[in-house]
């Protein structure tokens, strides 16, 4: 059965960190093109980091230098830790692991 679980969002205070993870099962986890996505109301869903098929990692503009995404292929689990958040992040984020995605956790930030 694929599931992809995603846990780690929240309620936060601006320049707070979390960390978001993203739990596997079911699903081809190495080599897997990977990436979180985010949609806040109103807009659509954007790329904010992605580790592809070869390994190279890219993140939106908007989050370079502040997100870094990461992946534990023993644990099957994605990992992205969030520095510095901004009202501007908060959003629902989304895994998503070659075709499948999870089911979004709700990041709010508050100024």
């Known amino acids: 059965q694929v599931s992809l679980v995603e846990s780690g969002g929240g309620l936060v205070q601006a320049g707070d960190s979390l960390r978001l993870s993203c739990a596997a099962s079911?699903?081809?986890?190495?080599?897997?093109?990977m990436g979180w996505f985010r949609q806040a109301p109103g807009n659509q869903r954007d790329l904010v980091a992605a580790?592809?098929?070869?390994?190279?990692?890219n993140y939106a503009d908007s989050v370079k230098g502040r997100f870094s995404i990461s992946r534990n292929n023993i644990k099957r689990t994605m990992y992205l830790q969030m520095n510095n958040l901004s009202p501007e992040d908060t959003a629902v984020y989304y895994c998503?692991?070659?075709?499948?995605w999870g089911q979004g956790t709700q990041v709010t930030v508050s100024s």
């Open positions: 998503h692991v070659g075709q499948f």
């Open positions: 580790i592809t098929n070869d390994g190279s990692i």
């Open positions: 079911g699903i081809v986890f190495s080599g897997a093109f």
